[in-house]
């Protein structure tokens, strides 16, 4: 079975920091692009983060940039997101997304379910 | 506030249809493809519409997409209680280096 989970969310300080982790199953990780997709309380999804099949190109949304980093391990199937001087406006539901190919380029064909970052005092 | 925009709600009784716009500019819908994302609270998002009018396997033909000029639509039709979610348009947008935008999303009920 095609499955992402996430795992890594949880309660953090402002100004902390956190790894978010994406473990993809059921198909090779390496032909796919990924990215990282919030959703805040109450609010739609935002883009944050993509990376390309073989990790040499990497985008990031203005709000993130110069505090998230991007990587993955095509050998352990999994996907990171490094986040540091953490706001409380970081909070939120973070998504991981495969990226499709062929004919499905630029579609985000596969969604995690989710893991919530917290961010409080 | 969202590059792209949706209406924030829609609505229609169950068998009829209902259409949700998305409106954005030359550098994101006017240049590149739209695809669309079907949430319902609690559970992953999923691809509904890629490439303007594509549709994955899987996803019933009751659900369309169209898209011209700055703009994109996605269409509807014998809607179902199933349907009921939160819709985002999405798209590339080549300003300031390229990114991803996604609309605000609209909520759409079923009567």
């Known amino acids: 079975e095609v499955q992402l989970v996430e795992s890594g969310g949880g309660l953090v300080q402002p100004g902390g920091s956190l790894r978010l982790s994406c473990v993809a199953s059921?198909?090779?990780?390496?032909?796919?692009?990924f990215y990282w997709v919030r959703q805040a309380p109450g609010k739609g999804l935002q883009y944050v983060s993509a990376?390309?099949?073989?990790?040499?190109?990497?985008n990031y949304a203005d709000s993130v940039k110069g505090r998230f980093t991007i990587s993955r391990d095509n050998s352990k199937n999994t996907v990171y997101l490094q986040m540091g001087s953490l706001r409380t406006e970081d909070m939120a539901v973070y998504y991981c997304?495969?990226?499709?190919?062929?004919?499905?380029?630029?579609?985000?064909?596969?969604w995690g379910q989710g893991t919530m970052v917290t961010v409080s005092s | 506030q969202s590059v792209l925009t949706q209406p924030p709600s829609a609505s229609g009784p169950p068998g009829q249809g209902v259409t949700i716009s998305c409106s954005g500019a030359?550098?994101?819908?006017?240049?590149?493809?739209v695809f669309w994302y079907q949430h319902r609270p609690g559970t992953a998002p999923r691809l509904l519409i890629f490439?303007?009018?594509q549709r994955p396997s899987g996803v019933p033909d009751r659900f369309s997409g169209s898209k011209s000029g700055t703009s994109a639509s996605l269409a509807i039709s014998g809607l179902r209680s199933e349907d009921e979610a939160d819709y985002y348009c999405?798209?590339?947008?080549?300003?300031?280096?390229?990114?991803?935008?996604f609309g605000g999303g609209t909520k759409l009920t079923v009567l």
């Open positions: 997304a495969r990226g499709g190919v062929g004919n499905y380029i630029g579609a985000f064909d596969i």
């Open positions: 059921g198909f090779n990780l390496r032909s796919h692009a």
């Open positions: 990376i390309s099949g073989d990790g040499g190109s990497i």
């Open positions: 030359s550098s994101n819908i006017g240049n590149n493809y």
């Open positions: 490439r303007n009018d």
């Open positions: 999405a798209a590339w947008d080549d300003s300031l280096g390229g990114r991803w935008m």
